[in-house]
Nanobody
Framework: QLRLVESGGGLVQPGGSLKLSCAASGSTLDYYAVGWFRQAPGKEREGVSCILINDELTNYKDSVKGRFTIFRDNAKKTVWLQMDNLKPEDTAVYYC??????????????????WGQGTPVTVSS
């Protein structure tokens, strides 16, 4: 059974960078779409970025384009989210998830069935 574990969150100043990782166990991520979502206090969970593992095709929320990069390792067991030029509005708990493979991958939680426990990101001076 597929399990996902996130790491890499923390406190960073505006303009700084963080690299989140999502490690899979119990299965490789072949044939999945993997998404990164975030949920800020009092707000709904929103999709940030996703990747089709076998094709490495990606999709991004408009507000993070040019700042965030999603990529995976050759073994197809880890997906990273490189976050640069972070802003206070990026503050949230970040979750990775695996789900149905559509092309392009879809940034909506409905299409994802396996979730990690989340890692908190705080952008503040």
């Amino acid at each position: 059974q597929l399990r996902l574990v996130e790491s890499g969150g923390g406190l960073v100043q505006p303009g700084g960078s963080l690299k989140l990782s999502c490690a899979a166990s119990g299965s490789t991520l072949d044939y999945y779409a993997v998404g990164w979502f975030r949920q800020a206090p009092g707000k709904e969970r929103e999709g940030v970025s996703c990747i089709l593992i076998n094709d490495e095709l990606t999709n991004y929320k408009d507000s993070v384009k040019g700042r965030f990069t999603i990529f995976r390792d050759n073994a197809k067991k880890t997906v990273w989210l490189q976050m640069d030029n972070l802003k206070p509005e990026d503050t949230a708990v970040y979750y990775c998830s695996a789900g149905i493979r559509y092309d392009p991958c879809i940034l909506h939680s409905f299409y994802y069935s396996t979730w990690g426990q989340g890692t908190p990101v705080t952008v503040s001076s």
